[in-house]
């Protein structure tokens, strides 16, 4: 009898180990807006001497809810994140949104003939609150040095500033 109790008390104590679950939250709505595309989508940039250049959304992933066990040793340390990635000839254009409970992050990379640029911007609040994008308003602009990158809720990358090349997308 004492050996039945033992086992089943090894076996429910385990199945509670087993079934603790931590959850990683899908990546909020309110935040897709910021890159509105769908895959195959194309977009066409012109610059200021009526060059064009164009490309088309090659990539796209938004993270959706997930329970992962609390052993699980997996994850980039972000709770969601929302990828894409626009690819033409000549350039390619990464774009990532990562969210924490405290923290949401930004990042685009411009890789085109020989030369990267990566932007990051991070904002601090809470990212599943509902109304985050009120923190973050209707543009975001990611700069560093001569490069700049403007993004457009609803309407997604609006401008790339690489050197002195200025690209503004098409409508």
């Not at 990212?127 to 990611?142: K, R």
Request: hydrophobic content about 35%; proline content about 2%; some cysteine.
């Amino acid at each position: 009898m004492k050996k039945v109790v033992i086992a089943l008390f090894v076996l429910s104590f385990s199945g509670i180990v087993t079934s603790c679950k931590r959850e990683h939250h899908a990546f909020p709505y309110e935040l897709r807006a910021y890159f509105p595309y769908v895959i195959n989508q194309e977009l066409a940039f012109v610059n200021d001497s009526d060059q064009s250049l164009s490309g088309r959304i090659s990539y796209m992933r938004t993270s959706e809810t997930q329970y992962l066990p609390y052993t699980c040793k997996c994850g980039s340390g972000y709770d969601s994140q929302m990828d894409v990635i626009i690819a033409a000839d000549n350039m390619e254009l990464s774009a990532i949104m990562s969210t924490t409970n405290s923290s949401f992050i930004i990042s685009l990379a411009y890789q085109s003939v020989g030369k990267t640029i990566v932007l990051e911007k991070e904002y601090n609040g809470d990212p599943f609150s509902g109304h985050f994008s009120e923190t973050l308003g209707d543009t975001v602009t990611l700069s560093k040095g001569n490069d700049r990158m403007v993004v457009i809720k609803g309407k997604g990358i609006a401008e790339i500033k690489a050197g002195d090349d200025v690209w503004h997308l098409k409508d």
